[in-house]
């Protein structure tokens, strides 16, 4: 059995899929695209540790997979969320060459955490990059410009990784990872390059902006995608190039949970406010990586784990809201609690999840988290960890009552769902409670240690419905003064020359896109002649998204072969 596992890298089934997708009728196509990545799911679990294939196509080994503590889990997870998010996508209406985009972005998100090699992480992690700039450009309109911003970001950050793994490679004499738990790069500059490179895909406050100006921009069903995969990817490399920890990281990590928690309080726009809790969330993770202890990896990955499925189902939330009412902003929303059921309690359970009440899968998480901040003798940073907690929970207080419990300041048109929608928002919330109810089960399935963690205890179930009841109050008390401010945009103050060179950037890609789509018009009516397709119907982000990719891809190349 193990054998025919081998054979090919599970990642294959997403190829498979978007060539379907692609091909097929839309609802066969999605059903298909469905079946093959949760295949992903039974693949990686039914392999023994230490399953793995190995090629050697230059001359020196490279593992295009290996199964480990560190990858099983994690692999698992985003076949799990893979086949939900083409599930949701086809409920919400994305087309077929969305989907193909999302499952080739999904698949290269598989293919980074189940390297077993630095140049194989690599090359999926570039592809990470260039598909999610695709993804997002695909949709047009206001999300061209920060696609661009978000390659700009990412290539930069990819530029680090890649110098780190050439000085790994130069100091090592392989790119195979180390033995041991995670197989760190080696010590010193390279670690340091990787640290930064890492950094900017987890959203270290500085190199951050790109996800809150990215994630609310594109179809729904694209935040989605993107909301489970970019900063978790980048939680895990983290976790192989530092796995025994690092103070500054630890620190790092603390400042993105305080940053993230504010400034998503501030935010009126659904997606937004839930893109700043994902730096705020992620924040939690860095920590625990950077405790460097047993307990802080096994936090580290299980809040990874509660982390990519109720915050999916958050943006899930706020997607059917869009789709069904046409309104994107919490100041126009309200009453929604009786007239869209299903939403409501799958986002109750979504925001008990994230807040980390007991019973939910983020109670036991992030407890672990918190304890094994105690433990480490960081009492300043176990109450950075609280306050982040208690302005988790003051900002679902208000998501809830101005979405669902308030009344409505103006009629609203609510659309009728879809039963596929109901479904993909049921499945999603149901491992919320599950890990919530089973915690013992729940963190064995990740690597380190959870030591003597008692998550029921006392103590841990004070600490959690304190930090709750602090939020909540906060929120009935702030309420008024919260509901007077109007957010701007916070990063372009703070990040103006980011924010300048990143525009500059886009801008000048832009005009290269639309002089090379213009370049290529002819072309492409001609090819379109043959094939007896008419031109004028033909869609020109296809040309843009191409062009792009090319673009991408070739600097990421040149990159990779200066170093």
């Avoid at 625990?288 to 990955?301: D, E, M, P, R």
């Avoid at 043959?530 to 062009?547: C, E, F, M, Y």
């Amino acid at each position: 059995m193990s054998d025919l596992l081998t054979l090919v890298p599970p990642w294959v089934a997403f190829l498979l899929a978007t060539v379907v997708v692609v091909l097929a009728p839309r609802r066969l196509g999605a059903a298909v695209a469905v079946a093959l990545t949760a295949l992903t799911v039974p693949w990686v679990l039914l392999a023994p540790a230490g399953t793995s294939l190995a090629v050697a196509p230059f001359g020196f080994e490279q593992v295009l997979f290996r199964v480990d503590s560190f990858t099983r889990p994690v692999a698992a997870l985003f076949g799990f969320v893979a086949a939900l998010n083409v599930l949701y996508g086809y409920a919400t209406g994305a087309d077929p060459r969305q989907t193909a985009y999302s499952l080739c972005y999904m698949g290269a998100g598989v293919a980074a955490v189940l390297a077993g090699d630095w140049l194989t992480l690599l090359v999926a992690w570039e592809l990470l990059a260039v598909t999610a700039t695709v993804l997002v450009w695909h949709h047009g309109g206001d999300a061209v410009r920060p696609a661009f911003r978000y390659a700009v970001y990412h290539l930069l950050g990819g530029t680090l990784l890649v110098a780190a793994v050439a000085l790994h490679y130069l100091d090592a004499g392989t790119f195979l990872y180390a033995d041991g738990i995670g197989g760190g790069l080696a010590a010193g500059l390279p670690t340091t390059l990787a640290i930064v490179g890492v950094g900017v895909n987890l959203g270290f406050i500085g190199l951050h902006a790109w996800l809150p100006d990215t994630y609310p921009r594109p179809h729904v069903a694209a935040s989605v995608v993107l909301a489970g995969f970019t900063t978790k990817v980048a939680v895990y490399v983290l976790a192989r190039v530092a796995p025994d920890g690092d103070a500054i990281v630890v620190w790092l990590g603390a400042l993105m949970v305080l940053y993230g928690v504010t400034q998503a309080i501030l935010q009126t726009d659904m997606r937004r406010l839930l893109s700043y809790h994902i730096i705020s969330q992620v924040g939690y993770m860095v920590v625990a990586v950077g405790i460097g202890t047993a307990a802080g990896l096994t936090g580290a990955f299980a809040h990874l784990t509660a982390h990519v499925l109720y915050k999916g189902l958050l943006f899930m939330v706020a997607g059917v809201i869009i789709v069904r009412t046409g309104r994107a902003s919490l100041k126009h929303l309200g009453g929604l609690g009786r007239r869209m059921p299903v939403t409501f309690v799958t986002f109750l359970v979504a925001a008990l999840a994230i807040t980390g009440v007991p019973g939910f899968s983020g109670f036991v998480s992030k407890g672990l988290v918190t304890k094994a901040a105690q433990s480490a003798g960081g009492e300043l940073l176990w109450w950075v960890l609280v306050l982040g907690s208690v302005g988790t929970a003051l900002s679902f207080a208000k998501f809830g009552y101005y979405a669902f419990v308030r009344q409505s300041p103006e009629p609203i048109a609510v659309s009728r769902a879809p039963l596929a929608l109901s479904v993909a928002l049921v499945i999603a919330a149901i491992p919320s409670v599950v890990f919530g109810v089973v915690p013992e089960a729940f963190l064995a399935a990740h690597p380190g240690d959870p030591g003597k963690f008692a998550p029921y205890a006392t103590t841990e179930l004070t600490k959690a419905l304190a930090a709750t009841a602090v939020g909540i109050l906060a929120f009935a008390v702030l309420k008024r003064p919260l509901g007077r401010i109007h957010p701007v945009d916070v990063d372009q103050v703070l990040h103006p020359f980011a924010a300048g060179l990143a525009n500059a950037t886009a801008a000048a890609a832009i005009g290269i896109g639309g002089a090379a789509s213009r370049g290529r018009a002819a072309l492409g009516r001609s090819l379109a002649a043959h094939i007896g397709r008419d031109p004028a119907a033909a869609d020109s982000s296809i040309h843009a998204a191409l062009t792009a990719l090319a673009l991408t891809t070739a600097l990421a190349l040149l990159v990779a072969i200066v170093a």
